[in-house]
């Protein structure tokens, strides 16, 4: 078994994957400081190591990671949440993902996945979006994230960037699909973004995470989607066909200055070079993750690794 060591490990993404890999006996360690991740996701469990902190904390950082000594690490750690708050933007993605290339340097780390947002190619001259599209994001968050990937593989450490689509999966709390599935039921408004985006379910992202840690793969960046663009508007005629709801009027809203139409990642060299495709198909991937609302509700703080309160 692998020692793991997960930056925003507290994230929905972070958590699915410490659940995960608890669960097949690696044994895991956290950093998060609970701006956006949760800390009720964590269990206290043998296996599991829980640091409370920032990546911008150099010797917090180096601490953690020269004590528990990981082969792998999953850098998920981000700042995103404010638009206008570019010192922090910088201080978590910029200087946190600096802060991990010096100490990865110094230890004997097999290899770094890095999670990149889409946002990074900015406003897209080709569709789906090929993984030698040009790099030119215009948001805080996209510029940050592009910059700190830069820097990675300019450190020539073994380094994975994977350019994620929106995925779906246990306590995604946050965009249409879990906006649409509370309001329906609440009887409440809506409206839909004249926007498309790909999504990509949890467990073909978990097949995916596989490969990459475990298999002896090239290094580089890769698009992680279905490679298919769905409306927004589809996803509410989604939910409102899993609630049984007819005949939901809904206003259609064009995008804003700061958005993108249309964001739809290209996979085919991720598949020519990994061997992966994505296998469950857009509507079953919406139905687990409704499913999963009926049964646990729209929570980021709900473990599979305890039992229900």
């Given at each position: 078994?692998?020692?793991?060591f997960?930056?925003g ?17 690696h ?41 528990f ?116 039921k609440d ?49 509410f005629?989604?939910?409102c ?7 939901f ?27 992966w ?33």
């Open positions: 078994m692998s020692k793991i997960i930056t490990g507290a994230g929905c993404l972070g958590s699915n994957l410490f659940e995960k890999y608890i669960l097949e006996g044994e895991i360690c956290l950093i998060d400081n609970f701006i956006t991740g949760k800390r009720e996701v964590v269990p206290e469990l043998d296996n599991l190591k829980l640091i409370e902190g920032s990546v911008s904390d150099f010797d917090l950082l180096k601490s953690s990671i020269e004590n000594k990981p082969e792998y690490i999953i850098h998920s750690a981000a700042s995103y949440k404010d638009p206008k708050n570019f010192a922090e933007d910088v201080r978590t993605n910029i200087n946190g993902t600096i802060n991990l290339i010096e100490i990865c340097l110094q230890n004997n780390v097999k290899k770094i996945i890095n999670f990149q947002t889409s946002l990074c190619y900015g406003k897209p001259k080709a569709l789906p979006i090929p993984i030698n599209h040009s790099i030119d994001p215009f948001t805080s968050y996209g510029i940050s994230k592009a910059t700190a990937e830069n820097f990675l593989f300019l450190s020539e450490l073994p380094v994975i960037s994977l350019r994620l689509a929106n995925i779906c999966g246990p306590r995604l709390a946050i965009g249409p699909i879990p906006t649409f599935y509370k309001r329906l009887n409440q408004k809506c409206f839909c973004s004249d926007s498309v985006r790909d999504f990509l379910d949890i467990k073909d992202f978990f097949d995916l995470m596989d490969i990459v840690l475990f298999q002896d793969v090239p290094t580089g960046k890769y698009n992680i989607s279905s490679g298919e663009g769905h409306s927004i508007m589809e996803i005629k989604l939910v066909e899993y609630l049984n709801i007819e005949n009027d809904v206003p259609i809203i064009p995008v804003g200055e700061d958005d993108i139409k249309e964001v739809v990642l290209d996979p085919s060299e991720t598949e020519k070079k990994l061997g495709k994505s296998k469950i198909n857009f509507n079953d991937t919406i139905k687990n993750q409704l499913i999963w609302y009926d049964n646990y509700g729209i929570s980021e703080i709900f473990s599979h690794l305890n039992k229900p309160k």
